[in-house]
């Protein structure tokens, strides 16, 4: 599965981003996508994802700002960014799950490059 990730950025604290992520192959292959972000030194975070059946999981940081969704006809993910805070800066990097499972970082098989998002207070 390859990914295209587009969207980033460099926004001003309390502005707004939206990502974008378009997999290859169809839903079937695809069963958990969701975004993760890294910071420089910091280790690689869940963000948010979405299994097939619409479920949805977000870090406790993002709730209420960010929102997850999912175009199952394209195959593509999407990240709506809201209220920006500077400590959302981070490379983000898109993931795909394909097995029928939990959603669950140690079932991700699939990284796309990263798109990077800046913000600045």
């Known amino acids: 599965v390859d990914m295209v990730e587009s969207g980033g950025g460099s926004v001003q604290a309390g502005g707004s981003l939206r990502l974008s992520c378009t997999a290859s192959?169809?839903?079937?292959?695809?069963?958990?996508m969701g975004w993760f972000r890294q910071a420089p030194g910091q280790e690689r975070e869940g963000v948010a994802g979405v299994d097939r059946d619409g479920g949805t999981a977000y870090a406790e940081s993002v709730k209420g700002r960010f929102t997850v969704s999912r175009d199952m006809e394209k195959n593509t993910l999407f990240l709506q960014m809201n209220t920006l805070k500077p400590n959302d800066t981070a490379m983000y990097y898109c993931?795909?799950?394909?097995?029928?499972?939990?959603?669950?970082?140690?079932?991700?098989?699939?990284w796309g490059r990263g798109t990077q998002v800046t913000v600045s207070s």
């Open positions: 993931a795909v799950q394909p097995k029928y499972a939990p959603c669950s970082r140690s079932n991700v098989e699939y």
């Open positions: 192959g169809d839903r079937y292959s695809t069963y958990c």
